[in-house]
């Protein structure tokens, strides 16, 4: 439905920072709720942070007061910024959108979202 492109992954030491970005081609990228999920090889597909169109956000446990997600529909754009990261960290993060007319509405369950980037890989050396 819509094309998902992530960027800014790479290789960091422990304690480093990173900001990822998500560029979408949809022409109303307004109205969609969008989310960060991220895998670590052998496990599942897991939340990271979420946002509703009009700007609320939810984090993971894990990363709350670490992650930060913003958005800039001006640029159709939204951003993951990683602070303090860890070696735990490290996995393929995954760019996600949701079309919703259910303003301020975010969500953590992966089946909510219908359309996914190809991912960006994060490592975090100790």
């Known amino acids: 439905q819509v094309q998902l492109v992530e960027s800014g992954g790479g290789l960091v030491q422990a304690g480093g920072s990173l900001r990822l970005s998500c560029a979408a081609s949809?022409?109303?990228?307004?109205?969609?709720?969008m989310g960060w999920f991220r895998q670590a090889p052998g496990k599942e597909r897991t939340i990271v942070a979420a946002?509703?169109?009009?700007?609320?956000?939810g984090y993971s446990a894990s990363v709350k007061g670490r992650f930060t997600i913003s958005r800039d529909n001006a640029k159709n754009t939204v951003y993951l910024k990683m602070d303090s990261l860890k070696p735990e960290d490290t996995a393929h993060y995954y760019c996600a959108a949701k079309p919703t007319y259910n303003r301020g509405g975010y969500y953590f369950s992966p089946n909510e979202y219908d359309s996914w980037g190809q991912g960006t890989q994060v490592t975090v050396s100790s």
């Open positions: 949809g022409r109303t990228f307004s109205s969609y709720a």
């Open positions: 946002i509703s169109d009009s700007g609320s956000t």
